[in-house]
């Protein structure tokens, strides 16, 4: 059957079928962008979010839910989540030939459904061995992908300036100048570029100026260079050596936090660009080594059981802490910097907890 999966994906990809399963799978506000498609999820799940559902135009058409925190799921595995409501891996595996069935009879693929699947038993004295090949072969995957770079001469085409708006947020001058702060006058956008671990550009992103940017229908945030974002942590080329001397790293969600956070001396910071972490970040943060302690400080809309799901991923082996908001200091959807100064450091201080794994 593994063949036919590859098979059933290769096909989407050249019947354009996505858009029609994200149709089926009753998702609405579907765009395609360049290397993907966005939609929202169903009703059922009650999500706000237009940008929720993402399915990649690659081989493996792989797939995320943002708001959700599943990054780590092909097409199959994004059809057992909202049709057959299977929200666990082990569930998914399960319901992996349910998936395929039902993606076969969407786009009307007959030559694939018409033979039953039994898995193959593995024997049990060769089971290890299976999966020291399977993590080989992670790793591997872990370690061969790279974004595309740019010379610092593609800043050159913006305004290199700090802007009134970050000001007025609390980003000050100089951190802006240390950040890149810039504005890209054809899409008025605040812009500031994204390094990899060495400290090469891979993309420029952008920020819109207008506050009512859902009325004119534009996005708040905008990559201006199409890269993979989930392999890499904005500012870790400027982080890593207060982090190794520190021996902790604290994990925020977005870039602006990364910004107020560092002007206010907490220099061991990275963001995530986003809530979820992907397991390439994590095995970065994992090449640290075990005497790093790891301090997850999420926005404040995320749940403890969001903080758990992310903590797992670093393993029993690894020192997780969350700064969890018990007393209120902060409102819905506040960033660790949203209150300013004092209030952060008051969360950092006192309010740091052992996530449990």
Request: aromatic share 12%.
């Amino acid at each position: 059957m593994s063949n036919d999966l590859q098979k059933i994906k290769k096909r989407i990809l050249e019947d354009d079928g996505v858009r029609v399963l994200l149709e089926a799978m009753e998702c609405s506000y579907i765009d395609k962008k360049n290397n993907r498609y966005e939609a929202q999820l169903p009703q059922k799940f009650d999500s706000p979010n237009k940008r929720s559902v993402q399915v990649y135009l690659n081989e493996s058409l792989s797939s995320r839910i943002r708001t959700l925190g599943e990054s780590d799921i092909d097409i199959y595995g994004l059809v057992s989540y909202i049709v057959n409501d299977k929200h666990t891996e082990s569930e998914r595996q399960k319901d992996l030939f349910k998936a395929k069935r039902w993606i076969c009879d969407t786009l009307g693929y007959t030559e694939y459904t018409n033979q039953s699947y039994t898995a193959p038993p593995v024997m049990e004295h060769l089971k290890w061995l299976k999966d020291v090949k399977k993590q080989r072969k992670r790793k591997r995957e872990l370690s061969d992908l790279e974004n595309q770079t740019y010379d610092d001469s593609v800043l050159e085409q913006y305004v290199m300036l700090p802007h009134q708006k970050y000001i007025d947020e609390g980003v000050l001058y100089e951190t802006q100048l240390e950040f890149q702060i810039g504005f890209d006058i054809r899409s008025q956008r605040i812009i500031f570029p994204i390094h990899n671990r060495y400290g090469d550009i891979v993309s420029i992103k952008g920020r819109t100026i207008y506050d009512d940017y859902e009325q004119r229908d534009v996005y708040k945030f905008l990559y201006l260079y199409n890269f993979n974002k989930m392999i890499e942590l904005f500012n870790w080329h400027r982080a890593l050596y207060y982090i190794i001397e520190k021996k902790e790293i604290v994990i925020v969600e977005g870039e602006k936090t990364v910004m107020m956070l560092s002007q206010w001396d907490c220099r061991n910071c990275v963001s995530i660009s986003g809530d979820d972490l992907s397991e390439w970040q994590v095995n970065m943060i994992r090449e640290l080594g075990a005497d790093i302690q790891i301090v997850i400080a999420l926005d404040k809309d995320k749940t403890i059981n969001d903080i758990k799901k992310q903590a797992a991923k670093f393993g029993k082996t690894r020192s997780v802490y969350a700064l969890w908001d018990k007393d209120h200091l902060y409102e819905d959807r506040d960033s660790p910097c949203d209150k300013g100064q004092d209030t952060f450091s008051t969360l950092y201080n006192n309010y740091r907890f052992r996530v449990p794994v």
